[in-house]
């Protein structure tokens, strides 16, 4: 499939901090319209941090976020809305509303973004439902799902609007492995369909070369970005220790204990 | 080794001690693990502090059995020891230990914790933090209580934006929900009082005033107060712990990414529910205890019904009622409004919705003995104008 380079979210020179803590240090890439792209690093990097900063839920320590040129780092209440409108966010867990139904929850952001009459808004969500497979599950409570289902639920109320972007926590966690595959065939199916440019967070290396056009790799050490490129081009990468024992699946060497077999 | 025997303290080791010139050779033998830790440990000490040696070897050929625990405490002993310049090594360890041992990572003993958010420093430091918690809790509360008004204003404005469906609910769950507690607490408040003002009042045979005090008291003071309290304990608390565990699951940043305001979408229903209902539920609660008093007026107090009820309704005017469902209306909003801001407080856990539950209670109890003063004051004044003119 062709991509064009333009760049649709710019991130620039972020830091984030935990009182003490630097999660990470002067990142800066670009999210390209129509790509999907990969974050990945080992867990407290700071992935999640970077993602709820990049949807704007969360205010950076330094630098900024641009999404089509608009700063969204220090945006006003109606720039974020009018930004809220363009994307779509799939939670760690789904993050559906536990007192409405499938339908209901699909039905917010119609609710809160147009006003289509009642009839339409129906088609729309049994259209949704129908391309996540969760076809007749419209009036089921989010408690009466499995936690796949749940989480393609979420999926089919973040496409509710036909976003621009759409931002995945979490992809695959704590699902089984067909569940995951059937994830991942979703998101590309949508991405070449729709077009739909895509920010994952995962750690599914399987996931990992069936989706991603592009990964970023994220180091808690380095507080940054240490890697960037295909994945295909990451595994061949030796270069790096942290990259090659992610792509490779190894343990890095834990350091050898020291002293006591010295006089062995 | 893995058997359980039921034994609870195997010594299970020895050691003996043989010395060299300045060297002292520990043989090890048996198990060594967290059950006998402090025993060869102490056995270690008490031998090594009794005459200090130049020089310490474990050996460790004779060991059958070590544990991760047991091992950090020899790799102690070395640390300590080569801290005080006393050469220290451990020799014949078999395969099994050499794995225990490579799990200890000396490097990782001597990492100080990082500082997370706001640690706890001296005494002035903490009265300093708590001070500013304090200022920081109540500028979010007067922040939340403007939030909470231009999103009524915005419903007002947009009533079609209030999720009837939602406002029905809260009202059924804060106040058809309530009415039996209400009832009860209300009818035996009642009753309590007109029995023991009936104690009194019947030693100078002013049996007849029972009624007026009950109605008076129920009106004026209690019904409001009490049903403040219930619906703070029932509803506040409920309000508190449904928004935290939305804002631990992400539900709340799921609505706003939707373009839902939480703080409308959330709040405006609850508050608006209560303050519907607590008015409601204050006047079923002043008559609850008027017919309580009425049980004990009737019974035992010589009072015909009739006479009762007159009685009651003499002590009390019409601008009474009204202010007592004033003042349970605005009761309701504080409570409502204090729960639901605890509850937009989480930020993750369950012990977090735990804690902002009770102190949305305590809060709300709180501002509704606050309020009640005010009420008791401003009160007095008008009535006072009312009275002159």
């Known amino acids: ?264 | 080794m893995t058997s359980l025997t039921g034994k609870q303290d195997r010594p299970g080791f020895t050691v003996s001690f043989r010395e060299e010139g300045t060297t002292l050779f520990a043989q090890l033998a048996g198990e060594f693990s967290l059950q006998n830790l402090s025993a060869f440990t102490g056995q270690i000490k008490e031998r090594i502090s009794a005459a200090p040696p130049g020089a310490v070897i474990f050996d460790f050929s004779r060991v059958t059995y070590l544990d991760s625990a047991a091992a950090l405490a020899f790799v102690n002993f070395r640390r300590t020891l080569s801290a005080g310049n006393v050469h220290c090594q451990e020799i014949n360890i078999s395969e099994d230990a050499k794995g225990i041992f490579s799990v200890i990572r000396e490097e990782a003993l001597d990492r100080t914790a990082l500082a997370p958010d706001g640690g706890q420093g001296g005494f002035i430091q903490q009265i300093g933090q708590a001070s500013l918690t304090i200022a920081r809790d109540f500028f979010h509360f007067v922040t939340f209580l403007g939030d909470i008004i231009t999103a009524f204003a915005y419903t007002l404005r947009h009533p079609t934006s209030l999720r009837g469906k939602d406002l029905l609910f809260y009202v059924k769950r804060a106040g058809v929900d309530g009415l039996p507690i209400v009832g009860l607490i209300g009818l035996l408040m009642g009753l309590i009082m007109a029995f023991m003002a009936y104690l009194q009042f019947k030693q100078f045979g002013a049996n007849i005033y029972v009624p007026s005090l009950v109605s008076f008291a129920m009106v004026k003071e209690l019904g409001p107060l009490m049903t403040a309290i219930l619906v703070a304990g029932r509803s506040g608390s409920a309000y508190a712990a449904e928004i935290g565990t939305m804002v631990v699951n992400e539900e709340v940043d799921a609505l706003r990414i939707m373009g839902f305001d939480p703080v409308r979408f959330l709040a405006v229903p609850k508050v608006l529910a209560t303050v519907i209902v607590v008015p409601i539920l204050t006047v079923y609660a002043d008559v609850s205890g008027v017919i309580g008093g009425m049980i004990i007026g009737v019974t035992s107090l010589d009072l015909s019904l009739n006479s009762y009820v007159t009685q009651s309704i003499k002590a009390i005017s019409v601008f009474d009622v009204v202010t007592s469902m004033i003042k349970a209306a605005v009761f309701a909003g504080l409570v409502s409004a204090v729960g639901c801001q605890r509850g937009f407080m989480v930020r993750a856990g369950a012990q977090d919705v735990g804690k902002f539950t009770t102190s949305a209670v305590v809060t709300a109890i709180f501002m509704i003995v606050v309020a009640d003063s005010i009420f008791a004051i401003m009160l007095y004044y008008v009535r006072r104008y009312d009275s002159f003119s």
Do not use: W
């Not at chain 1, 407290?44 to 969204?72: D, H, N, W």
């Open chain 1, 1 to 264: 499939m062709k991509r064009n380079r333009k760049a649709v979210i710019e991130v620039r020179n972020l830091s984030a901090r935990f009182g003490d803590n630097i999660v990470f240090e002067g990142v800066s890439f670009d999210v390209h319209q129509g790509e999907v792209l990969v974050i990945v690093g080992e867990s407290g990097c700071g992935k999640s941090t970077l993602l709820r900063i990049m949807i704007g839920l969360q205010k950076p320590y330094a630098g900024q976020v641009f999404y089509e040129g608009t700063e969204i780092t220090s945006a006003s209440e109606s720039v974020l809305n009018e930004y809220y409108r363009n994307i779509g966010v799939l939670f760690q867990a789904g993050a559906l509303l536990s007192s409405m139904t499938i339908r209901e929850n699909i039905e917010l952001p119609l609710q809160a973004h147009t006003d289509l009459e009642a009839d339409k808004i129906n088609q729309i969500i049994k259209m949704k439902l129908g391309m996540v497979s969760l076809e007749g599950y419209d009036n089921h409570y989010p408690a009466e799902l499995s936690g796949g289902m749940r989480k393609r639920a979420g999926i089919a109320r973040a496409m509710a609007l036909d976003p621009r972007v759409l931002f995945f926590d979490e992809l695959s966690a704590g699902l089984d492995p067909v569940t995951a595959v059937e994830l991942d065939d979703l998101i590309t199916k949508t991405n070449e369909a729709l077009g739909t440019t895509m920010v994952i967070v995962t750690h599914e290396l399987e996931s990992i070369y069936k989706i991603a056009h592009r990964v970023l790799m994220l180091d808690k050490q380095a507080a940054g970005i240490i890697a960037e490129g295909t994945p295909a081009e990451l595994k061949e990468r030796t270069d790096d220790q942290r990259v090659k024992s992610f792509f490779l699946r190894q343990s890095p060497a834990i350091p050898a204990h020291q002293g006591i077999y010295g006089d062995k």
